[in-house]
């Protein structure tokens, strides 16, 4: 104590409150963060599907048919999607397309010249 009869501030620090929540009550909900939310949607998965049409005068002009879905690698595995396993731009057998793409053109290219060749033959022999 001081002279005056106050009491020294102690150096123990404050603690706040807790406050129990009774019994039979939930605890209100809390706030949930971005990576939260995206870790659940990755984990489970989201669809979202829409369609837009326009029509004229009952005439359907045109219809956009939207699917989107959001989720993790290896769930989209789990529900048989794995498209990018076989596209040859996302894995790397686009060398090989472009590569037997370039043997066909020759191919094609050697099968036009030669059939050129004939046909100047058969021409040459003609007027001969």
Known sequence: ???????????????????SV????TAPPQPANLADILER?????????????VDLLEIELLTIKIRLL???VDKAQEMGIDWWRNDPM???KDNDLAKENRQLRSRIEE???????????????ADG
Do not use: C, H, W, Y
């Open 90 to 92: 996302l894995s790397g």
């Open 1 to 19: 104590m001081t002279e005056s009869g106050a009491r020294e501030p102690s150096a123990a620090p404050t603690r706040r409150p807790q406050f």
């Open 111 to 125: 099968l036009e010249s030669s059939s050129n060749n004939r046909s100047r033959k058969r021409a040459d022999s």
């Open 70 to 72: 959001v989720a993790s």
């Open 41 to 53: 949607v990755l984990d489970k998965g989201i669809i979202i599907a829409g369609d837009i049409r």
């Open 22 to 25: 009774p019994a039979g009550r």
